[in-house]
T-cell receptor, first 114, second 112 residues
Framework: AQSVTQPDIHITVSEGASLELRCNYSYGATPYLFWYVQSPGQGLQLLLKYFSGDTLVQGIKGFEAEFKRSQSSFNLRKPSVHWSDAAEYFCAVGHGAGSYQLTFGKGTKLSVIP | DADVTQTPRNRITKTGKRIMLECSQTKGHDRMYWYRQDPGLGLRLIYYSFDVKDINKGEISDGYSVSRQAQAKFSLSLESAIPNQTALYFC???????????FGDGTRLSIL
């Protein structure tokens, strides 16, 4: 069965510092991978997705993620964090016919200190 | 207007009551989903529907039922609410194959 692990429950970074959020997945076939962000009181917003092709994926708000099949990882990065990036981040793997179903990780909460 | 609208946004009710959460979408998507979110557990799939005549159980369907009244409407019911169903509930939609899901803003449900 598919699963997603986000090892870090809570990360705190200083504004302007770089960020990397870790995601590891378990899935028997070619994975379709997503990162979503949830701001307080809001729904989930798609940051970026990987389906195939270039393993370095660019997303919105200056985020990028790199798919590494050998490590079963899809880590999210940002070179310089802004205070508005404080939120909870979820990694997900698509599965099932047409990858219509998503299995989510438990999330990483990001705090940004000035 | 939001593409995926959930009503109500907040609800407080008592154990044993019947509750319906509603979701409507203007994205024209065939596929709709209901999730619940609990702190530290991420999102878990309750039910999903690929079209009006196709409804499927997800990971945690016990205690819930759904109705797909139209392509644009997908409602979630708790026939007899219990306190451990207190959670944040999200509706989502998706379109063509392998396309990402789009989420509503959620319904915060508290059962006393």
């Amino acid at each position: 069965a598919q699963s997603v692990t986000q090892p870090d429950i809570h990360i705190t970074v200083s504004e302007g510092a770089s960020l990397e959020l870790r995601c590891n997945y378990s899935y028997g076939a070619t994975p379709y991978l997503f990162w979503y962000v949830q701001s307080p009181g809001q729904g989930l917003q798609l940051l970026l997705k990987y389906f195939s092709g270039d393993t370095l994926v660019q997303g919105i708000k200056g985020f990028e993620a790199e798919f590494k099949r050998s490590q079963s990882s899809f880590n999210l990065r940002k070179p310089s964090v802004h205070w508005s990036d404080a939120a909870e981040y979820f990694c997900a793997v698509g599965h099932g016919a047409g990858s219509y179903q998503l299995t989510f990780g438990k999330g990483t909460k990001l705090s940004v200190i000035p | 207007d939001a593409d995926v609208t959930q009503t109500p946004r907040n609800r407080i009710t008592k154990t044993g009551k019947r509750i319906m959460l509603e979701c409507s979408q203007t994205k024209g998507h065939d596929r709709m989903y209901w999730y619940r979110q609990d702190p530290g557990l991420g999102l878990r799939l309750i039910y999903y529907s690929f079209d009006v005549k196709d409804i499927n159980k997800g990971e945690i369907s016990d205690g819930y039922s759904v109705s797909r009244q139209a392509q644009a409407k997908f409602s979630l019911s708790l026939e007899s609410a219990i306190p451990n169903q207190t959670a944040l509930y999200f509706c989502a939609t998706s379109g063509r194959q392998n396309q990402p899901q789009h989420f509503g803003d959620g319904t915060r449900l508290s059962i006393l």
